[in-house]
């Protein structure tokens, strides 16, 4: 079983910055890729940044420039360094990890950006 747990996740002023981090567990836990979605209020949930077991990157085009993506050595955490945060960056971010059994999401943590 893949266990999938993000944290890092509050309520921050426009411009301000946040580091969320995920990890996942489980019985010879692996990954071919993890990433970070997003979902507002009352819209579908989104794409952010992904990263490779080989460290290749992908970010949405919204983030890039002020968000970025890294992994631990393990190959089993991921973090995200949020800069220049705006109130468009509000909801809640989820973790999903790619591998060979499937795919998997955590429960989320919540990013509030006030203006």
């Known amino acids: 079983q893949v266990r999938v747990v993000e944290s890092g996740g509050e309520l921050v002023q426009a411009g301000g910055s946040l580091r969320l981090s995920c990890q996942g567990s489980?019985?010879?836990?692996?990954?071919?890729?993890m990433g970070w979605f997003r979902q507002a209020p009352g819209k579908e949930r989104e794409f952010v940044a992904r990263?490779?077991?080989?460290?290749?990157?992908s970010y949405a085009d919204s983030v890039k420039g002020r968000f970025t993506i890294s992994k631990n050595k393990a190959n089993n955490a991921i973090f995200l360094q949020m800069n220049s945060l705006k109130p468009e960056d509000t909801g809640v971010y989820y973790c999903?990890?790619?591998?060979?059994?499937?795919?998997?999401w955590g429960q989320g943590t919540q990013v509030t950006v006030s203006s």
């Open positions: 990263i490779r077991v080989n460290g290749q990157t």
């Open positions: 489980g019985r010879s836990f692996s990954m071919h890729a």
């Open positions: 999903n990890v790619n591998n060979q059994i499937g795919e998997f």
